[in-house]
């Protein structure tokens, strides 16, 4: 059975993903990322659970601080990525998402999905155009969402 | 009952607002302010509530933030939704969410925050069933995969 890595960042981004996870379990394992600031981890998540810290707590008006902050973020990537045993990440837009998704594409070699928000009818968050170019499938959730050159449509979850 | 909702953030502004609506309208209001700061004299209100269900359900008209998550869920219960945008936020996608919906005749979406306008407005309009598409996102995720 292949493991697909969901990675959940609170409020509505995980509030959306939860359908979608229900129904790819029952074909894939799933591990997820949740953010140690968020609530406890849902009763209705079953699987391996990693927790990483917020990189928006870790903002900063000095570019240096900002490295600074962010470098035991991305060790705590990467130390989760390392511990991973999934073919493919899933994200869904939030901040924590981004360096996961840079390091499990470009070192782990790992399938990269982006899902850009329900939010969103038109525009692209920041996110999606970070992660974009480096996505292997890209979904949006509006049929009218043109932000993405490879995007598919294919139904939205509310 | 008026049930007013800005979900888990801040957002001022309609909590005042609301709170002037109170003095204004017959029905009784009620305001859920989150971690907003600030005072509330003419109508009942909570932070958070495990009851948030409860109230929903007994509203007959629900002033809610934009947020994506609680308007679907809202629509889906077949309630009269005034959507406000939380414009405090990083970015400004509430808006975007609002005007397309209330272009669909799905709510109304309170630009100006005139909820008074809008209250009256809701009670004598028809709005539109919101239609859920559903999604096959799994089944592109499984021919991808394998």
Redesign the interface.
């Known amino acids: 059975m292949?493991t697909?890595m969901v990675v959940l960042g609170g409020?509505?981004h995980t509030?959306?993903l939860m359908?979608?996870i229900e129904?790819?379990s029952k074909?894939?394992k799933i591990e997820y990322v949740i953010r140690k600031d968020g609530k406890p981890a849902r009763k209705s998540i079953k699987g391996r659970i990693f927790k990483i810290m917020n990189p928006r707590t870790m903002q900063d008006k000095n570019p240096f601080l900002v490295t600074f902050k962010l470098f035991p973020y991305t060790i705590e990537a990467f130390w989760i990525l390392s511990k991973s045993n999934s073919?493919?990440i899933?994200i869904c837009g939030p901040a924590v998402s981004v360096p996961i998704a840079f390091l499990g594409k470009l070192l782990f070699r790992k399938?990269l999905?982006f899902?850009e928000?329900?939010?969103?009818?038109?525009?692209g968050?920041?996110s999606g155009k970070l992660v974009a170019w480096l996505s292997?499938?890209i979904?949006v959730?509006?049929p009218g969402n043109k932000s993405y050159k490879k995007a598919?449509y294919?139904?939205?979850?509310? | 009952m008026i049930f007013v909702t800005v979900g888990t953030g801040k957002f001022e502004r309609l909590v005042k607002v609301a709170d002037e609506l109170a003095k204004r309208v017959k029905e009784k209001v009620i305001i859920q302010k989150g971690s907003s700061v600030c005072d509330v004299k003419n109508a009942e209100c909570f932070e958070f509530s495990s009851d948030f269900d409860k109230y929903v359900e007994k509203a007959d008209i629900i002033i809610s933030h934009g947020g994506a998550g609680t308007i679907f869920s809202l629509m889906g219960k077949g309630k009269k939704v005034i959507g406000v945008a939380n414009l405090n936020r990083i970015d400004r996608h509430q808006e975007e969410i609002l005007e397309e919906l209330d272009k669909q005749e799905n709510l109304i979406y309170c630009k100006d925050f005139n909820l008074l306008r809008d209250v009256k407005k809701i009670k004598n309009i028809k709005l539109k069933k919101y239609k859920k598409p559903g999604f096959w996102i799994d089944r592109k995720i499984e021919e991808f995969l394998g």
């Open positions: 292949k697909v409020g509505g509030k959306q359908p979608l129904r790819l074909r894939y073919n493919a899933i399938k999905i899902i928000s329900w939010s969103r009818i038109k525009s968050s920041l292997d499938l979904f959730q509006w598919i294919a139904g939205r979850f509310g």
